[in-house]
């Protein structure tokens, strides 16, 4: 029995290495995903830091009518004022700048005398890329409104009016996330989109070439005649589907790892990822791909050709992937969840880049639910997997 | 050893199998001979456990194939209708990978993979993936696969079918050799003189069902005819689809058979 499984394997994985285009599936498209992912993050990341810091500089109409303190509270938030000859409506209009400020004449006399003083702020929020005319946008925001109280507070004293009156709240936001949590923040969010991605696709080609594939080659007739029990064809074949798809994982989560620590700070805008991201993803990725394995054979088994399987697996894929974009997008708070199998490792690893840390409790449970799932699922496999489905399908 | 003892199996309303009986004995060769669709591929099927029968059963050197479908399989070398090859695998390795659910490992499967190798003469291409190998040699790598365990007895569906004439006579000799070495070998074809020239018995398979059973020279006594072909044709009956030669055409022949003799009808 274990010999004729380890046969089964051993062939199965030979056969599999040395189809150029499988192998190509297995390894090449996921390296290029880990990469683009592991190159997209920081860039993301610093991006978001740089445009909440970097100074900006504002194209602006009438800097002569500006009051002096709106000037000096624009450039407490890094704000500086550049007078703008031309059509600044137009330019902004064709996302050439992102924001520009248009004072009227008499606002500088209209603030003096209490009337009320208008500015236009003009922002093409397609402008500058994603973190472009919208962020400038709330900056400008910001700036003006400290302003509007200060010039209040002022009124209120000569009137003797206490202003916090007219204060009902005072917020004080402060945002202390270290430059580590928030690459930690959208490790958290595009790892399980990751691991997702390259389990549901990892085996699936191994999946098929061994049931359909080898159905439609016409070999599987005389490998069914061999005195091999069903069992262990079963078996050897979902090793090397299970085996193989550990490749494609294992070499896109240190892809991603490696590239977002090579990658010079100045560049990332964060330090890399630490080791225990890569750690675990392995660890709750590697039971989740077995379950996945098992029910990648279970939809193959019936199909005749390997066309035919790869539209039955379709569904399947995005059963995977849908887990893992709902955790990416609401994280669960709660531990349970992560025995939830297919949701729960990705659960328990956006838990684990958000804490910052292996939690041995969340894995240990997604890997009790992804054992569960493929030790509710192989018995059901194996009933599917008899010589006559095999031959005719269903 | 190979008996086959009243086969039934149906595919709803098609009797694909209806009954069947018959034995092969060591040292000789058996042809499974009928027209398209009489249910050959579906009795050798049941021989090796891919199928369960519906009733009856089949006994390999003593071993029953409902009760141990593994003993029989390990008392058989199989080579079945659909009969590819894995492409990326070489000829050896074919050899090796199916010698290994025999029980054959380490030096023993190599020196059984060589023998194989050497006995069908495919020195020049056994270590070259099988892909864009002629249909001869693919024939060879399926032969071998078959025979890697050097089964007690082999069963062959349509071994000639679709080869040229060279992989057919080489095809041939490897039967006649196996005939030779004590081995019981059956196998299916829809080409008379192919079961004429090659089968120590003949078991005439018609709708399900055994016409004639028995040597090509008692199946002519019997139905007194002066030709094992005229033999068949009276067995047969109107049975359509099944060829004096693999060189003949269809029509010819099949209709003929039916205007000489109608009563040869097994139903
Ligand atoms: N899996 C199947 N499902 C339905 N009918 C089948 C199946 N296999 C064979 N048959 C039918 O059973 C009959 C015998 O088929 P087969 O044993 O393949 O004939 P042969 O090998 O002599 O050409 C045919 O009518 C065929 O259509
Ligand atoms: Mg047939």
Known sequence: MLRDVLNIWRKEIMDTVRDRKGMTQAIVIPLIIGIFYASFTPMMNKAMTARSEKPLTIPTQGIEFADVKLLEVMSRYGITLEEYEGDLEAVIEKAKKESGLVFEPGFAGDVAEERPASVRLLTNSTAGGIFGGGFSDSRLQLAVSTYNQAVVAERMAARDIDQSVLVPVVLNAENLATPEQLGAFFASFYLPILVAVIVAQGGLFVAIDVTAGEKERGTLESLLATPASDGSILCGKLGAVFTISLIPLVLTVTAFWVVSNVMPPSMAGSTGLPGFVLTGSLLTGIPLALVVGVAQMMMSVRARTFRDAQSGATPLMFGVMIPGFVAAFSPARALWPCLIPVYGPFAALGRMVQAGGLQWDAIALSAAGSVAAAAVLLPVAMKMFSRETLLYGS | ?267
């Open chain 2, 1 to 267: 050893m190979i008996e086959v003892r009243d086969l039934v199996k149906h595919y709803g309303e098609v009797r694909a199998v209806d009954g069947v009986n018959f034995e092969c004995p060591d040292g000789q060769v058996t042809g499974l001979l009928g027209p398209n669709g009489a249910g050959k591929t579906t009795t050798l099927r049941m021989i090796c456990g891919l199928i369960r029968p519906m009733r009856g059963t089949v006994i390999v050197d003593g071993h029953d194939v409902r009760q141990d479908p593994a003993a029989v399989r390990r008392a058989l070398g199989v080579q079945t209708d659909s009969s590819g090859t894995y492409p990326r695998l070489t000829p050896r390795e074919h050899f090796t990978y199916f010698g290994g659910f025999y029980g054959l490992s380490g030096p023993d499967l190599s020196a059984r993979a060589q023998a194989v190798i050497d006995m069908l003469g495919m020195g020049e291409f056994a270590d070259r993936k099988t892909q864009g190998f002629s249909r001869g040699q693919r024939q060879k790598v399926i032969l071998g696969r078959a025979l890697v365990h050097d089964p007690r007895n082999v069963i062959m569906d349509e071994p000639t079918s679709g080869l040229d004439v060279m992989a057919v006579r080489e095809t041939r000799d490897v039967i006649r050799m196996l005939r030779d070495r004590g081995h019981c070998v059956l196998f299916t074809t829809h080409y008379m003189d192919e079961a004429a020239k090659l089968c120590d018995r003949v078991a005439i398979i018609i709708r399900g069902r055994i016409a004639a059973f028995g040597s090509p020279a008692e199946l002519i006594e019997k139905t007194g005819c002066d030709s094992l072909e005229d033999a068949f044709v009276a067995l047969a009956g109107g049975a359509q689809g099944l060829l004096v030669s693999e060189y003949a055409n269809a029509d010819g022949n099949g209709n003929a058979s039916g205007d000489r003799n109608a009563s040869g009808r097994t139903r």
